[in-house]
């Protein structure tokens, strides 16, 4: 059966869609392999989210062109937020590709890639090609889907079943809850890529869970473009209690699932059920992340964001109070159209006052199709990265106190298995997803222990695992190590 790559730009979201996709590739006999040059399938998923991550998935897909030459039945296709966004006219960019397949379709690429290798092999067959030789090219027609599609976001819920040999080096799991975002901030292309807001039931959710958790997954992030406003169109409020409330009650009362955590919410979803939620689920990791945006309240107008420095800033003290040392991570756009040096220190200030444990601070880019991008008063890059560097300076100090603070103290953590930079070494994550790295064996992998932190960097802790509620497991490989 022919082998597929599957090359994924941008979010989580997206990781789980190509799961999703790889899933339904493998289920029908096809081979995924690591790299394109072994494969007779490339698909790239794509990235909207900036102009920048477009025209990396456009180049890439033009050096791929190159590859045909050597394997000329070789499939080419484009899918997701970019393939969504510019559907047809991608034929025109990338005139070599087969597929273009859209966010409401990621459960028909199965179908559309057999579809276009058998194209390519009746082009081949053509008897004025043979005619003229291997190094000829036919084209084919593209295949292209973008067509919205009721129900579509049930689709994502099959996982990769899991390598014999690898049994408990997956600990953690993504699910992807909703679709969609109706929000509309002025900077963000994602409600036309992604479409309206659609939620799963809660009963298949969990039954997805179930699932992972049989198969060894201790811990899930629940994905959603909005997360903590899944389902409000959908389901109703019961009890006081939203339907994400709802969908995690239901999920802590799994038995053997021991971590739940989220991305990414809005501040406008945190209602006082979910931060309620914080003080007497122990299964809902004490981490937030919670994007800020601006600490500005008139940007905050122009972006379309519906809440206040000071809304956040309240937000943000009643989930301290609902769980003491929850941390908090956030997203900060700086150099949006029209701020000011007031308005940026606005930002400045309520990060520095918050002392959020990390944060992404993005200098604002004109994304086509968005009203921002069609605002007056656009800052200059000189500008935009002066405060892209600043901002940076004040987060980075605060989440270097967290850290260090974390120093000389015991902390729970779930082992993921090896370290991606040192793989020598293992890693875990604590309850508010700092990194630890520690030495071990691979019976560490998959559980959920107590390591004592010894030390730590700007942005990783190192620690010792200690010797943690008798268990004889974890005790054996402690004294190993
Ligand atoms: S809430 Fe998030 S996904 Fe929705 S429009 Fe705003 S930034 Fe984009």
């Known amino acids: 059966m022919p082998s597929v790559y599957i090359k994924t730009y941008g979010c989580q979201m997206n990781e789980r869609d190509s799961e999703q996709v790889a899933r339904d590739l493998q289920s029908r006999g096809h081979q995924l392999v690591g790299s394109e ?14 102009e920048m991550a477009e025209r990396k998935a456009i180049g890439k897909m033009g050096m791929l062109r190159k590859l045909r030459r050597e394997k000329p039945k070789l499939v080419l296709g484009f899918m997701g937020c970019m393939a969504q966004r510019l559907g047809d006219s991608l034929k025109e960019k990338s005139p070599h590709i087969d597929l273009v397949v859209g966010t409401q379709k990621f459960h028909r690429v199965a179908d559309y890639v057999e579809e276009a290798l058998q194209k390519r092999e009746q082009a081949f067959a053509r008897e004025d090609i043979q005619e003229l030789g291997e190094a000829v090219i036919p084209p084919i027609v593209p295949i292209v889907d973008t067509a919205p599609e009721i129900g579509s976001q049930n689709t994502i819920r099959d996982h990769l079943p899991q390598d014999g040999n690898r049994v408990k080096m997956e600990a953690t799991s993504f699910i992807s809850i909703m679709q969609g975002c109706n929000m509309h901030c002025t900077f963000c292309i994602v409600p036309s890529t992604r479409g309206e807001e659609r939620g ?18 201790r811990e899930v992030t629940l994905l959603g473009q909005i997360v903590n406003l899944y389902g409000r169109h ?48 122990p299964k809902l990791m004490e981490h937030v992340h919670l994007p800020l945006q601006s600490g500005s309240d008139r940007i905050l107008k122009a972006m379309h964001r519906p809440y206040t ?30 701020e000011s040096e007031e308005d940026y220190k606005a930002s400045r200030d309520l990060a520095e006052e918050i002392g959020f444990d ?10 086509g ?33 967290h850290l260090d603070a974390c120093v000389g103290t015991r902390q729970e953590i779930l082992c993921e298995g090896p370290s991606r930079n040192d793989p020598s070494r293992l890693a875990g994550r ?19 222990f107590d390591v004592a932190i010894t030390s730590a960097s700007a942005s990783t802790l190192y620690g010792d695992p200690a010797i943690h509620n008798g268990d004889p497991a974890i005790n054996e490989v402690s004294n190993e190590s």
């Open 358 to 367: 990390g944060a992404f601070i993005f200098r604002y880019s004109q994304r």
């Open 309 to 338: 420095a000071d809304s956040y800033r309240k937000l943000v003290a009643d989930l301290r109070v609902s769980r003491p040392g929850i941390a908090i991570t956030t997203d900060i756009i700086v150099g949006f159209p029209g």
């Open 200 to 217: 799963r039931p809660i009963s298949e959710i969990v039954a997805e869970a179930r699932t992972l958790v049989e198969r060894g997954i």
């Open 430 to 448: 604590t309850r508010t997803n700092k990194i630890v790295i520690f030495e071990g064996g691979s019976r560490f992998h998959g559980e959920i």
């Open 234 to 281: 959908e389901f109703p409020t019961i009890g006081g209690k939203s339907p994400f409330v709802q969908l995690i009650e239901a999920l802590h009362d799994i038995d053997g699932l021991n971590r739940i955590r989220f991305t990414s919410p809005h501040p406008m979803g945190f209602r006082k059920d979910l931060v309620n939620s914080f003080a007497r689920l």
């Open 37 to 50: 040059r072994e494969a007779d399938v490339i698909l790239l998923n794509t990235c909207s989210v900036r």
């Open 369 to 401: 199709d968005t009203p921002a991008a069609e605002m007056k008063n656009q800052l200059s890059e000189v500008v935009k990265e002066a405060r892209n560097q600043d901002l940076l300076s004040v987060v980075n100090a605060s989440a270097s106190r």
